[in-house]
Nanobody, 113 residues
Framework: QVQLVESGGGLVQAGGSLRLSCVVSGSIAIRFNTMAWYRRAPGKQRELVALITSGGNTNYADSVKGRFTISRDNAKNTGLLQMNGLKPEDTGVYYC??????WGQGTQVTVSS
């Protein structure tokens, strides 16, 4: 059974940093697929934050460019999202998407002003 677990969220002051982790077990097929982080802010729809292809190409939402860094370690079936310079508008539940794993429960990020 393929399982995906996100972790690393928390409460941080504006300007602070957090590192989110996404670990998938039960599949090696993920190594060939794009991994992405999404977030859902209170009262808003889920939006794409960043993605990284199997070849290491990355893409970021304009709102996080220069502050967030996405990476992956295929050998460890792990994806990371390093978030620096956090802003209150970054608050939300962050989800990892990494096929063929199903969506996880997400991890809450709260940035206080």
């Amino acid at each position: 059974q393929v399982q995906l677990v996100e972790s690393g969220g928390g409460l941080v002051q504006a300007g602070g940093s957090l590192r989110l982790s996404c670990v998938v077990s039960g599949s090696i097929a993920i190594r060939f697929n794009t991994m992405a982080w999404y977030r859902r802010a209170p009262g808003k729809q889920r939006e794409l934050v960043a993605l990284i292809t199997s070849g290491g190409n990355t893409n970021y939402a304009d709102s996080v460019k220069g502050r967030f860094t996405i990476s992956r370690d295929n050998a460890k079936n792990t994806g990371l999202l390093q978030m620096n310079g956090l802003k209150p508008e970054d608050t939300g539940v962050y989800y990892c998407n990494w096929p063929p794993a199903s969506w996880g429960q997400g991890t809450q990020v709260t940035v206080s002003s």
